[in-house]
């Protein structure tokens, strides 16, 4: 029998290696359950940058399920998955373009004087942006692998800033305030980096490219289940219009 139990920090097993890969590609499917969670978190976050209440852009941050594709396009890298890596970064990218466009169409309708945070833009304020954005895919990649160390995702959602730029660019865009939109669209990217670099890193040291089959095949078996569904929904449309 195989030793589920790892001798090391990055040692894991492949039942491990495959469960983490699973459940990261189940996670970050677009489904609607996704989407849904993806607007009620765009809403709850643009509503606290709008009432300057930064408790509630907290809550909208654990909401978010922004952080799975992210995820699983390091471990797309990581597993030289081509195919998966494209179909990610075009859901990161739907998901990117839903949240500024929502933000900005909450700030065009909501009035009220938004106080925008103070974005330091030096040298070593945006080296500490990556560092910090390094080190939280590091750590979130870790707790989806040790289901030991789960309890810190709730705090890591919190730490990194993924949705609150893309929602304060909207806003910023609706006040007519560019400068400011600049500012927080680099912080975004530099995040957004130094997640992927740092998950990337906790996938090849933990050596995923053993399990690269078994994503293959799973990620073969969603494409299967959600063109049947398309298909479903096609046939329900096809038997209303044919009621009418």
Request: glycine share 6%; charged share 20%.
């Amino acid at each position: 029998m195989e030793n589920s139990q790892p001798d090391s920090l990055l040692e894991v097993s492949r039942s491990v290696k495959y469960r983490t890969a699973s459940e990261l590609i189940e996670k970050s499917r677009p489904s609607e359950l996704y989407y849904m969670l993806l607007i009620l978190s765009a809403i709850i976050i643009a509503g606290g940058i709008l009432t300057n209440s930064f408790p509630i852009i907290i809550g909208g941050m654990l909401v978010t399920p922004l952080l799975s594709p992210i995820l699983v396009i390091s471990l797309a890298l990581a597993t030289g998955q081509i195919k998966l890596l494209q179909k990610k970064v075009a859901l990161l990218f739907r998901s990117v373009m839903a949240i500024a466009l929502g933000s900005l169409v909450l700030g065009f309708l909501f009035g009220g004087d938004v106080i925008f945070p103070q974005a330091i833009n030096t040298i070593s304020a945006t080296f500490l942006y990556f560092i910090v954005a390094l080190a939280s895919g590091v750590a979130v990649t870790y707790a989806w692998i040790r289901r030991e160390a789960s309890e810190i995702l709730p705090g890591i959602a919190i730490v990194v800033s993924l949705v609150p730029p893309i929602s304060y660019i909207g806003v910023a865009i609706s006040r007519g305030e560019f400068i400011v939109a600049r500012t927080f669209l680099i912080i975004f990217i530099l995040n957004l980096i130094g997640i992927i670099l740092g998950s990337l890193a906790v996938f090849l040291l933990s050596r995923f490219s053993q399990v690269e089959k078994a994503i293959e095949r799973k990620q073969a078996t969603i494409d299967k289940e959600d063109e049947k569904i398309k298909k479903e929904k096609a046939k329900e449309k096809e038997e209303k219009k044919e009621e009418k």
